[in-house]
């Protein structure tokens, strides 16, 4: 079955420092991937998507590409900042195999960036 | 982008009573929705779907009875955790997605309490 295997932390970095945190996926079908972000008493909101393969979704600083021949689809950031401290969940959604909209998560990685 | 609210964001109960999460779409109409549960160290995992004027769909392993879910308009979705017991403590998380569009949006979650 579908499932997203992705980077446990939790990740402390300085401010400026590079961000990477890794996602592989297994996918019966042609998955959407994601990035979803979650503030501290927040719900999630989506960071990022890509929708088929070598696409790269960004938004706000980040990037991540779909990468079908490595099942991947890593999060970057060249430098990030204090308000970036999050949970980020890296997910899919087959829409085309029998699961529909359902959406696969990752374990989640906290991030904590410090001054 | 489109808003999912739900509420309560937080609750404590007594073990042996029940607890109403509700799940709504504030500015679209959701033909489907589903709930999610997170465990400590653990990613959001699919607990049933949500379906306008029908029955919901439970995933395997997943009490029906015990988690009763009514959607009962395309703007509202509700969960009932039934005589509630510690080990049902957890993040619980609503999603709906309108129409066929891929992009989920989240509720702000629910962490319930069971003592």
């Known amino acids: 079955g579908d499932s997203v ?3 446990e932390g939790p990740v402390t970095l300085s401010e400026e420092a590079f961000l990477t945190i ?12 994601f990035w979803y972000v979650q503030y501290p008493g927040e719900g ?3 960071l990022l998507k890509a929708t088929k393969a070598d696409d790269k979704g960004s938004n706000k600083g980040f990037e ?8 991947s689809f890593h999060l970057e950031k060249g430098s990030v900042q204090v308000s ?3 949970v980020y969940f890296c997910a899919l959604s087959d829409q085309f195999g029998n699961t529909g909209n359902q959406f696969y998560f990752g ?7 410090i001054p | 982008g489109a808003v999912v609210s739900q509420h309560p964001s937080r609750v404590i109960c007594k073990s042996g009573t029940s607890v109403k999460i509700e799940c ?9 929705m589903f709930w999610y549960r997170q465990f400590p160290k653990k990613s959001l995992m699919l607990m049933a779907t949500s379906n306008e004027g029908s ?3 439970y995933e395997q392993g997943v009490e029906k009875d015990k988690f009763l879910i009514n959607h009962a308009s395309l703007t509202l979705s509700t969960l009932t955790v039934t005589s509630a017991h510690p080990e049902d403590s957890s993040f619980y998380i609503c999603s709906a997605n309108q129409g066929a569009r891929t992009e989920a949006f989240f509720g702000q979650g629910t962490r319930l309490t069971v003592v």
Request: hydrophobic letters at 25%.
């Open chain 1, 22 to 33: 890794n996602c592989t996926y297994t996918a019966t079908g042609y998955p959407s991937l």
């Open chain 1, 107 to 113: 374990t989640g990685t906290s991030l904590t960036v």
């Open chain 1, 5 to 7: 295997t992705q980077m």
């Open chain 2, 24 to 32: 709504r779409s504030l500015d679209f109409q959701a033909t489907t």
């Open chain 1, 44 to 46: 999630l909101q989506l």
């Open chain 1, 64 to 71: 991540a590409t779909y990468r079908k021949e490595t099942t």
């Open chain 2, 55 to 57: 029955k919901a769909t």
């Open chain 1, 84 to 86: 970036d401290s999050a």
